[in-house]
């Protein structure tokens, strides 16, 4: 009897453990790999049928991400080899000098045939690159005047562009203008 009971604890706990393992697999998984420009990047993949896969980079203190979405399960050789079809999108953005940039459809040579949802498309990307920053802060400075309290005229502006720098860092790029209200808003309570 004793025998018995501890065959069936241990057996429970070997399909506790291997079911906990897979779980956390299937849940989210990640991949790192350089750029040509040597950032350092990490692509994690997250959910079932409706997939995510969110690339974050770093390289001397500067950082840019971005997000993909897409149905990978729609495509027969990726329900074959998953681990392939996300090695085959690592490779193809290990080749480029920021990941995040170019490709707004991301299709593994795997799937290259399949349906168009197999496919990852972007849908949001942040901070902005370097180079339209400049552009950036000119669209900044035409959307000024219309948010600006003519008895503060340099806080108030300072502290949208504050507000709007925030918001580039820290939210979607599809809820900037939302989250620069609110970080403006309690700024302005300062």
């Known amino acids: 009897m004793k025998a018995w009971t501890s065959s069936v604890l241990f057996f429970a706990c070997c399909l ?3 079911n906990g393992q897979s779980k956390k697999s299937s849940a989210e998984e990640q991949f790192r790999f350089n750029t040509k420009s040597k950032d350092a990047c990490v692509m ?14 770093k390289n001397q203190g500067k950082s840019y991400w971005c997000e993909y979405t897409g149905k990978p399960s729609v495509c027969r050789s990726f ?11 690592s490779m193809e953005r290990r080749k480029t000098t920021n990941a995040c940039q170019g490709a ?10 399949a349906p168009v949802d197999a496919h990852m498309k972007q849908i949001a990307a ?3 690159l370097v180079m339209q920053k400049p552009t950036q802060s000119k669209s900044v400075a035409k959307v000024t005047p219309a948010r600006k309290t003519p008895s503060k005229p340099t806080p108030t502006t300072s502290t949208e562009q504050n507000a709007d720098r925030m918001a580039q860092e820290h939210c979607w790029e599809s809820l900037h203008d939302v989250c620069a209200y609110i970080f403006d808003f309690f700024q302005g309570l300062n």
């Open 16 to 18: 506790w453990a291997v």
């Open 44 to 57: 994690t993949v997250s959910g079932e049928g409706e997939m995510k896969l969110r690339i974050v980079c």
């Open 79 to 89: 329900n074959a080899n998953p681990k392939q079809y996300w090695n085959q999108i």
């Open 104 to 113: 707004m459809i991301l299709k593994p040579s795997m799937c290259q045939k």
């Open 126 to 128: 942040g901070p902005k």
